[in-house]
């Protein structure tokens, strides 16, 4: 949004998705509830798509489609090469606060 690339919170539905976490306020929620992160990561980052005019599939719907068979067809890629490396590079990603879905794994702090 500060770029000027999209122009509206588009992720914001309710009431189905109203909550939203980083990697820092994920793991603060589960400390204040005797829980510790094991593992955090995040998928793959198809917001990228949003800085190029050509596949900015806010601005174009059209651009939709194309974009998530590029993020399939990279991840795909990604996965043949090595399922630990791109596990590793998705929590690298989710470290950043990049990436659009944030998974994590919890133990019960002891």
């Known amino acids: 949004m500060q770029k ?12 189905d998705h109203i ?4 990697p ?3 793991a603060a929620l589960a400390r204040s509830v005797g829980w ?4 955090m990561m995040t998928d793959f980052p198809i ?3 949003l800085a190029n005019p050509l596949t900015n599939y806010v601005r174009d719907r059209k651009a ?8 399939v067809e990279i991840e795909n890629l990604m996965h ?4 630990e490396k791109t596990v ?13 879905a944030l998974t994590a794994i919890f133990s019960r702090s002891p």
């Not at 999209?6 to 309710?14: A, K, L, Q, T």
């Not at 909550?19 to 980083?22: C, D, E, I, R």
């Not at 043949?80 to 399922?83: Q, R, V, Y």
């Open 36 to 39: 510790q992160v094991q593992m």
């Open 4 to 15: 000027g690339h999209i122009d509206s919170r588009f992720w914001v539905v309710s009431p």
């Open 24 to 26: 820092d306020s994920l």
């Open 88 to 100: 590793a590079l998705y929590q690298v990603l989710a470290d950043m606060g990049l990436g659009r």
């Open 80 to 83: 043949a090469i090595s399922p």
């Open 19 to 22: 909550s939203y976490f980083s």
């Open 47 to 49: 917001d990228f798509s």
């Open 64 to 71: 939709g489609k194309p974009c998530h068979a590029t993020r």
